[in-house]
């Protein structure tokens, strides 16, 4: 069974542009959820889709959206890129319905801004 | 404000021995307790999960303790092997929600 998928691997851009990374879950997963993973920060959950809606929303500003395909697929976008926002993304998928379920991470999109 | 704390940052074993990481939490509302593995370029691995409906939980070498009414639980790895040297995170959620909430991380080292 494949795992979660992430592309591109690596990614550099400059501030001010924007970005998009992708993610493909396990196969039958419904939800994905994203994170975002700085040294100075560690691992913090920026949101969740689950059957092409967003369910939950950590705090992090506008520029910071995402959407779900009907095949569970998910995409992230960073508008307006700052230097800050330079952290390796994350992608998790699980089963999920409304309970806590397993998540598993992908290998991550590193993203760095300059 | 950090939901999860975690302690050591780092931590030196020599292989054979045990290693154990401590996590602390103040929500109640979390009722799901997983620990995770990462190698430097990789993304987490899962590695183990408990629910506070069980004081511990083993796999293999890796044994999970939990204490409900201290919000406390940690990993102990048994027999701890080179291989094994990674940093470990703790995590936790709240019931129906998916969002994560991690440790600062323990970077693990096992001297050969």
């Known amino acids: 069974k494949a795992g979660v998928t992430q592309t591109p691997r690596y990614l550099i851009k400059t501030r001010g542009q924007q970005v998009t990374l992708s993610c493909s879950p396990i196969?039958?997963?419904?939800?994905v959820s994203w994170y975002q993973q700085t040294p100075g920060q560690g691992l913090q959950f920026l949101f969740e889709?689950?059957?092409?809606?967003?369910?939950n929303k950590g705090n992090f500003p506008g520029r910071f959206s995402g959407r779900q395909f009907s095949n569970s697929r998910s995409e992230m976008n960073v508008s307006t890129l700052e230097l800050g926002d330079s952290a390796l993304y994350l992608c998790?998928?699980?089963?999920?319905?409304?309970?806590?379920?397993?998540?598993?991470f992908g290998q991550g999109t590193r993203l760095t801004v300059v | 404000q950090q939901q999860v704390k975690q302690s050591p940052q780092s931590l030196i074993v020599q292989k054979g021995g045990i290693s154990i990481i401590n996590c602390a939490y103040e929500?109640?509302?979390?009722?799901?307790f997983p620990w995770y593995q990462q190698f430097p370029g990789k993304g987490p691995a899962l590695l183990i999960a408990?629910?506070?409906?069980?004081s511990e939980k083993k796999e293999g070498r890796f044994t999970i303790s939990f204490n409900k009414s201290a919000k406390q639980f940690s990993l102990h790895i048994m027999d701890s092997q080179p291989g094994d040297s990674a940093t470990y995170f703790c995590?936790?959620?709240?019931?129906?929600?998916?969002?994560?909430?991690f440790g600062t991380g323990t970077r693990l080292t096992v001297i050969p």
């Open positions: 998790a998928s699980s089963l999920a319905g409304t309970a806590n379920t397993e998540a598993f």
């Open positions: 995590a936790a959620s709240s019931a129906g929600a998916n969002n994560l909430f």
């Open positions: 889709y689950f059957s092409e809606t967003q369910r």
């Open positions: 408990i629910r506070p409906d069980v």
């Open positions: 196969s039958g997963h419904r939800s």
């Open positions: 929500n109640t509302a979390f009722d799901y």
